[in-house]
């Protein structure tokens, strides 16, 4: 008997299955598996150019030991968490309250104001650099944890309200009408009816926010400098010597640096999936 074409849609979709996952897997989780097998190596593989094989010996508390009791690595992760914690709350506070003036009153310059948080999105970062560096250096707010976090909220800000006020919109809007009827101030609205349901926008919000920060490279090595201010993406650059990189050292770091915002996903994880799927299903 000759297969079907729902049997031959079936096994084909299975080849694909089983060839395609495993390679895509690979491709995924190839560089991390490459970091933490570099993480353990010993410092004599790198120079005896072992760099694909086994380690010769596996050198974990050693080379993890040496990341936080001989550099300054607990500096640069406190570093991170004062700049992302206070980022996420200032640009989610902000998206909250404007993303429901956006995304429930309407008034003549609604639209416009709404494709500027847009645009904002689209302007490429690199061309910024100089302005914003010179602004951090006349505002005395360079090297400053301070001055990453202004910067940071600035600029989340335009996403975080494209992602709240599409959200405010697609509530039930008869429930301010109701509370509105009933006498009760805007403020209480947004504050006892609007914000409760924006729980799960919240979470996935505050999870995407504190990873883009958290990851955030390129304005750490522009605004700061030093163990004082920088977080830790930069900081993880202070295990180059000045001939030799110390690759255990980087990779050790950088597993380490992963480890906060993989904790606050699985933390977050069942708000965070159903702020993503609020909506999808009627």
Not at 125 to 138: G, H, K, N, S
Not at 177 to 193: D, H, N, P, Y
Request: aromatic fraction near 16%; charged fraction near 10%.
């Amino acid at each position: 008997m000759f297969p079907t074409p729902i049997e031959k849609q079936s096994s084909g979709a299975q080849i694909a299955y089983k060839t395609m996952l495993p390679i895509a897997l690979l491709m995924w989780l190839g560089p991390l598996l490459a970091v933490a097998l570099f993480s353990v190596k010993p410092d004599t593989d790198f120079t005896n150019a072992n760099y694909w094989g086994l380690p010769s010996s596996f050198e974990f508390t050693r080379n993890y030991g040496q990341v936080f009791f001989n550099s300054d690595m607990p500096r640069y992760l406190l570093n991170s968490f004062l700049i992302t914690i206070p980022t996420v709350i200032g640009a989610v506070a902000l998206s909250c309250m404007t993303g429901f003036a956006l995304g429930v009153y309407k008034f003549r310059a609604n639209l416009w104001i709404f494709f500027m948080f847009v645009a904002g999105n689209f302007v490429p970062f690199q061309i910024l650099m100089v302005p914003v560096r010179d602004l951090t250096l006349d505002l005395g707010l360079y090297n400053t944890k301070t001055g990453l976090v202004l910067f940071h909220i600035a600029f989340q800000t335009g996403f975080c309200t494209l992602f709240m006020r599409n959200f405010i919109r697609a509530l039930p809007f008869e429930l301010i009408e109701a509370a509105r009827v009933e006498g009760v101030s805007e403020i209480r609205i947004f504050w006892f009816v609007v914000l409760p349901l924006m729980k799960p926008a919240l979470a996935a919000l505050s999870v995407l926010i504190f990873t883009f920060i958290w990851n955030d490279y390129f304005w750490a090595v522009v605004l700061t400098q030093g163990a004082e201010s920088q977080p830790v993406t930069a900081g993880i650059t202070s295990f180059n010597a000045q001939f030799r990189a110390a690759y255990h050292l980087m990779s050790a770091g950088s597993i380490v640096a992963a480890l906060p915002p993989v904790a606050m996903f699985f933390l977050m994880q069942k708000h965070f999936i159903a702020g993503l799927t609020l909506g999808a299903v009627k």
